[in-house]
T-cell receptor, first 114, second 116 residues
Framework: EAQVTQNPRYLITVTGKKLTVTCSQN?????MSWYRQDPGLGLRQIYYSMNVEATDKGDVPEGYKVSRKEKRNFPLILESPSPNQTSLYFC???FGQGFFNEQFFGPGTRLTVL | AQTVTQSQPEMSVQEAETVTLSCTYD???????LFWYKQPPSRQMILVIRQEAYKQQNATENRFSVNFQKAAKSFSLKISDSQLGDAAMYFCAYRSHIQGAQKLVFGQGTRLTINP
């Protein structure tokens, strides 16, 4: 089954404790992206990757890191989480350019930073 | 930078009735894509319908249709014969047509309640 998976689905942590949210897709997509969803703000892009070893900042990259060492994986790293990073996080992937290249979203990760 | 605005934080409709969700956007580009996503309580993001800006004809997917007004930069979603399963958060989104552009710019969302 074609899908984007994220782990963990739920995470409660404390300020300053490094964490990684994994994202993996099995569709051979070039493009992958991370979004955060906050009430009243919709979804905002954090980082994206056009292909292996090609990453760039989105609209709200502060406090986050990413890597793209393999085409299928795009982990999101919070080196020193803070309470303002409490949010719902989505990973998405697509083939790239074109109208019919629909972005597929993962199931979301609910992160709480105390 | 492009922006998307959904001015209705919440909407409610009686089952079997029709409801329209509003979306406006701001862009200086002439070609782009517009989308409506549904997010049910499961939190999964589900693509409902999409529109290419250069196409005059409004997109339709079963009970879902859009009213695309390019000059007004308006992209509303009409849900006909509302069903209980339509209850969800709905997001309007914009994507540039520029080569390599994949970022979706989302609106704030509209929470739709269906009353039985």
């Amino acid at each position: 089954e074609a899908q984007v998976t994220q782990n963990p689905r739920y995470l409660i942590t404390v300020t300053g404790k490094k964490l990684t949210v994994t994202c993996s897709q099995n569709m051979n997509h070039e493009y992958m992206s991370w979004y955060r969803q906050d009430p009243g703000l919709g979804l905002r892009q954090i980082y994206y990757s056009m292909n292996v070893e090609a990453t760039d900042k989105g609209d709200v990259p502060e406090g986050y890191k990413v890597s793209r060492k393999e085409k299928r994986n795009f982990p999101l790293i919070l080196e020193s989480p803070s309470p303002n990073q409490t949010s719902l996080y989505f990973c998405a992937s697509s083939f790239g350019q074109g109208f019919f290249n629909e972005q597929f979203f993962g199931p979301g990760t609910r992160l709480t930073v105390l | 930078a492009q922006t998307v605005t959904q001015s209705q934080p919440e909407m409610s409709v009686q089952e079997a009735e029709t409801v329209t969700l509003s979306c406006t956007y701001d862009t200086s580009e002439s070609d782009y894509y517009l989308f409506w996503y549904k997010q049910p309580p499961s939190r999964q993001m589900i693509l409902v319908i999409r529109q290419e800006a250069y196409k005059q004809q409004n997109a339709t997917e079963n009970r879902f249709s859009v009213n695309f007004q390019k000059a007004a930069k308006s992209f509303s979603l009409k849900i006909s014969d509302s069903q209980l399963g339509d209850a969800a958060m709905y997001f309007c989104a914009y994507r540039s047509h520029i080569q390599g552009a994949q970022k979706l710019v989302f609106g704030q969302g509209t929470r739709l309640t269906i009353n039985p």
